[in-house]
């Protein structure tokens, strides 16, 4: 990989998720957001790889970043919290940039209420991890690396 624009994961965090450390512990954990993200660059720049890693509770700015990846990221991994249950708008915009997509969780949401088995977002991603508390994250990158590099 010779250019940014190849080596870039924009790892992107959905409403809620900058509670994370003090929300619902037993569920989430007592990490922060920002330790994952430190955890996330840290792994991704063992994997030679890029990490960009935002939160937002806003859906139309998470619809803007992704937008704009096209040309500055060449994936996604994505946990957009309940937006994943509700947002077509998501689910449009990965459509229209076309890049590997990962969706991420941190719970196993299928063990959880009925509202949260269905997303929007796995009918377009390149594949789900969820259930494995911050190393959903880990995994997705090493998952993004093995997808942007398969020989490695
Ligand atoms: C979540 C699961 C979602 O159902 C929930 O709305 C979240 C977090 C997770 O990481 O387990 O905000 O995406």
């Known amino acids: 990989m010779s250019s940014a624009a190849t080596s870039t994961i924009l790892v992107l965090n959905g ?3 900058n509670m994370l450390g003090t929300r619902e512990p037993e569920i989430y954990g007592t ?6 993200g430190i955890l996330v660059a840290g792994h991704a720049k063992s994997l030679g790889l890029t990490s960009d890693f935002r939160q937002s509770n806003h859906e139309g700015e998470l619809v803007t970043w992704i937008q704009q990846a096209l040309g500055t990221a060449s994936g996604i991994i994505i946990n957009a919290g309940a937006y994943t ?20 969780h941190l719970s196993n949401v299928y063990q ?10 796995s009918l377009v991603a390149s594949g789900v991890i969820c259930g494995f508390g911050i190393n959903s994250y880990l ?10 590099n398969p020989e490695t």
């Open 31 to 36: 990490q922060t957001l920002d330790e994952v």
């Open 85 to 104: 249950h509700t947002s077509i708008a998501l689910h449009d915009a990965f459509k229209s940039v076309n890049l590997p997509m990962i969706e991420v």
């Open 15 to 17: 409403p809620n998720l």
């Open 139 to 148: 995994l997705a990158v090493d998952a993004m690396a093995k997808l942007l």
């Open 112 to 121: 959880r209420e009925d509202f949260r088995h269905k997303s929007y977002l």
